[in-house]
C-alpha cells in the first residue's frame, strides 16, 4: 500500500482507457499532485516591475513575442525595442500599446484565401469538379501564421482552437474546407471579443455541431405509456460545461482548487445538469443550404437537411 501511495504522489501511477475500438489503449494520463484549500489566501500584491536593458531586454521582448505571435524576429524585436524607448523604458506599457493594437487590427480571412486558392486551381486543373479538400485551407493556414501582421489574432485563434477541437481525423470535417476555413476565422474574431459571445458562435457553428453532435439534435420522444424511447444527445451539453466553461471541480481565483469541510474538490454540476443542459441543444439545424443546381445559398427549412456538397458549403459556412 506505502509502495502504491508513494508512486501516486510521485505522479508514477497513471489510468488508461481500453476500447473494443481501440484495444490497445485510447487514451491515458498520469495522476498529477496538485493543491488545494478550504478558504482561499490572496497571495500579497505583487512589487513593483524593475526595468530591463540590454540584452537582458531584449530576452524579455523576445519571451514576450514568443507567447503573443508565431515567433519572434530581428524586425519585431526591434519594433518593440523602439517602443520600449519610446515609453521611458517601461516595457509593460509597450507592451499593453502593442497588445491594443493589435485586437484592433483585422486579421485577413482564411475562408477568403482558400476560396480564392480553391479557384485558381480549378482553373488551372479545367476542372471544376477536382476535389481540393484541405490543402489550400492548410497552406493558407501557415501563410497566415507566418506571415499576418496579425500575429496576437493568429496565436489567439490557434490557441482557441486547441480547446474548441474540431479534427480532420473525421472525414465530413476534413471534406468541408470552407467550413473549416470559416471556423478558424471565428476563433481569430474572438479575440476582440468576449467568451459569452465565443460559447454562442462555437455552439451555432455547424462544424462543432457535426463534430459534437447536437447538430439536428431532436427532443426526447416517449411510448404511449409516457416511457422515454430517445433522449437528446448529451455530448455537446457535457463538453461545454466540462472543458468549454466551468470545469469539473470549483477553483479558487488562483486556479488551485476549493475544498469543502472534508477536504473533498467540490464538483461543479452533475448528471441533472448535463440531461437539462442537453435539452437546451436541440432544434438546430442548417440556417442555409445549397441547391443541387446553382451555388447560391438559399434558406433551408428542413430540419434533416442532409450535410451538402464539399463543393457548395453554404450548409458548413453559416450558423
Keep these: 500500500d506505502q509502495e502504491v501511495l508513494d508512486a501516486l504522489l510521485a ?11 481501440h484495444v490497445t489503449g485510447e487514451i491515458e494520463g498520469n495522476f498529477q499532485l496538485t493543491s488545494g484549500s478550504i478558504e482561499f489566501e490572496e497571495p ?26 508565431f515567433g519572434p524576429t530581428l ?7 523602439t517602443r520600449v524607448s519610446n515609453a521611458g523604458g517601461d516595457r509593460i506599457a ?3 500599446t502593442w497588445i491594443d493594437e493589435q485586437l484592433a487590427m483585422a486579421p485577413p480571412s482564411l475562408l477568403t484565401y482558400t476560396t480564392a486558392a480553391n479557384t485558381e486551381e480549378w482553373i488551372i486543373r479545367a476542372d471544376p469538379a477536382y476535389a481540393v479538400l484541405q490543402n489550400n485551407r492548410r497552406r493558407g493556414w501557415w501563410l497566415l501564421a507566418m506571415a499576418s501582421n496579425s500575429q496576437l489574432k493568429e496565436r489567439f485563434g490557434f490557441a482557441l482552437s486547441e480547446v474548441f477541437v474540431i479534427s480532420e481525423n473525421d472525414a465530413i470535417v476534413n471534406n468541408r474546407a470552407y467550413g473549416a476555413a470559416n471556423y478558424c476565422d471565428m476563433l481569430r474574431e474572438a479575440a476582440s471579443g468576449n467568451y459569452r459571445t465565443l ?5 451555432k457553428s455547424p462544424m462543432m455541431g457535426y463534430y459534437l453532435s447536437h447538430l439536428r439534435n ?20 457535457r463538453e461545454i460545461m466540462q472543458l468549454f466553461s466551468i470545469g469539473l471541480v470549483g477553483l479558487h481565483p488562483d486556479g488551485s482548487l476549493k475544498l469543502d469541510g472534508n477536504g473533498s474538490p467540490i464538483p461543479t454540476y452533475g448528471q441533472t445538469d448535463i440531461t437539462e443542459m442537453a435539452r437546451v441543444f436541440t432544434g438546430w439545424s442548417f440556417s442555409k443550404r445549397n441547391s443541387s443546381a ?6 433551408n427549412n428542413t430540419f434533416n437537411q442532409n450535410n451538402g456538397s464539399s463543393y457548395f458549403e453554404a450548409q458548413w459556412t453559416n450558423p
Excluded: H
Aim: hydrophobic share 35%; no cysteine.
Design 294 to 299: 446553382a451555388p447560391t445559398p438559399v434558406d
Design 11 to 21: 505522479g508514477d501511477v497513471k489510468l488508461g482507457v481500453f476500447t473494443q475500438a
Design 94 to 96: 509597450a507592451y499593453s
Design 199 to 203: 460559447l454562442e458562435n462555437v455552439s
Design 218 to 237: 431532436s427532443k426526447a420522444t416517449y411510448d404511449t405509456s409516457g416511457n422515454l424511447l430517445i433522449s437528446p444527445d448529451e455530448n455537446y451539453a
Design 75 to 81: 524586425d519585431t524585436i526591434n519594433d518593440m525595442k
Design 44 to 69: 500579497p500584491a505583487p512589487g513593483a516591475i524593475d526595468p530591463l536593458a540590454g540584452s537582458e531586454l531584449e530576452r524579455d521582448i523576445a519571451r514576450f513575442l514568443t507567447q503573443a505571435t
